[in-house]
């Protein structure tokens, strides 16, 4: 089993930026790729960045420029710092976890965070 706690999120003027954090533990052999997610009101859950224990990345074309993803291997923790953020970037935020990269990109894993809310005014 693995644990994945969140921090940040909150509000913030549009342009501005937010950090958010994912500490995993538990089963951190598990953890290889670690993510993110995001589900605005009335909308599907939709991937926003990913990183492997080995520093890949994969972003949505809808943050790639604004948003970077890193991790500290030490820590198990997974770092989202978001810039440019814009009104439509307004969703609850999911860390996600998984020894397979296409797990946490589609989705299709077991291993969510609790969930922090995003909310950025215009």
């Known amino acids: 089993q693995v644990q994945l706690v969140e921090y940040g999120g909150g509000l913030v003027q549009a342009g501005g930026s937010l950090r958010l954090s994912c500490a995993a533990s538990?089963?951190?052999?598990?953890?290889?790729?670690m993510g993110w997610h995001r589900q605005a009101p009335g909308k599907q859950r939709e991937f926003v960045a990913l990183?492997?224990?080995?520093?890949?990345?994969n972003y949505a074309d809808s943050v790639k420029g604004r948003f970077t993803i890193s991790r500290d291997n030490a820590k198990n923790t997974a770092y989202l710092q978001m810039n440019s953020l814009k009104p439509e970037d307004t969703a609850v935020y999911y860390c996600?976890?998984?020894?397979?990269?296409?797990?946490?990109?589609?989705?299709?894993?077991?291993?969510w965070g609790q969930g922090t809310q995003v909310t950025v005014s215009s």
């Open positions: 996600a976890a998984d020894n397979r990269v296409s797990r946490v990109i589609a989705g299709t894993t077991n291993y």
């Open positions: 538990g089963s951190i052999a598990s953890v290889f790729a």
């Open positions: 990183i492997t224990s080995s520093s890949s990345t």
